[in-house]
């Protein structure tokens, strides 16, 4: 009786662990799919140069980051979509 | 993108040209523009080229992270912001002003 419950416990601590390690790989694997990977550009980096167009509201115009240099800082704010948040 | 236009006539005065960037249309960044008082340009990068050249791009979303970059007068980044990080930009305010007072 007492030989029996002894293993059912290593069982059931088997399984626990199991439970836990599959937790917590699956954790890490939703943590690699969310957009908090480390940053290609770092601080100190060249920004790279671009050429984008924008509505002023009578024609499309062109910005080039390159049309600041040496004349002003310049943020560039990525954002995720037109019409959603901040 | 509102919490940089509250901030304009700082980054302004600070000699900051403030430049939003999505993957929408122009049209599309002129009318969000419009409807939430934004008065710098919101670039339109169709087809992500530069999104990706700068490593924001997130294949899930099909779109850009919210990233915020200060680039300096000398094309170096001085400062990033991440994600949730990126919302409210007082670093970046504060760095730019920082600059204006050291120079």
């Given amino acids: 009786m007492r030989r029996t419950f002894s293993h059912s416990t290593f069982r059931a601590s088997l399984l626990t662990a199991a439970v836990v390690f599959s937790f917590l790989a699956g954790q890490a694997q939703a943590q690699g799919n969310k957009p908090e990977a480390p940053m290609k550009l770092k601080v100190g980096d060249v920004a790279p140069d671009f050429k984008l167009k924008y509505f002023d509201g009578s024609g499309l115009k062109d910005i080039s980051l390159s049309d600041y240099r040496g004349k002003k800082n310049v943020v560039v704010a990525f954002y995720v979509f037109a019409f959603t948040g901040g | 993108m509102k919490a940089f236009q509250q901030n304009l006539q700082k980054l302004e005065a600070a000699d900051t040209q403030v430049l939003g960037v999505s993957m929408d249309s122009p049209f599309a960044n002129k009318a969000f523009a419009d409807s939430i008082g934004v008065t710098f340009p919101l670039l339109s990068d169709w087809g992500g080229d530069v999104t990706r050249e700068y490593g924001v791009y997130v294949d899930q979303y099909k779109a850009a ?27 970046i305010v504060d760095a730019c002003e920082r600059r204006k007072v050291n120079r």
Avoid at chain 2, 65 to 91: H, M, S, V
């Fill in chain 2, 65 to 91: 992270r919210r990233i915020n970059f200060l680039i300096g007068k000398d094309g170096r980044i001085l400062e990033e912001q991440l994600d949730r990080e990126a919302i409210d930009p007082t670093k």
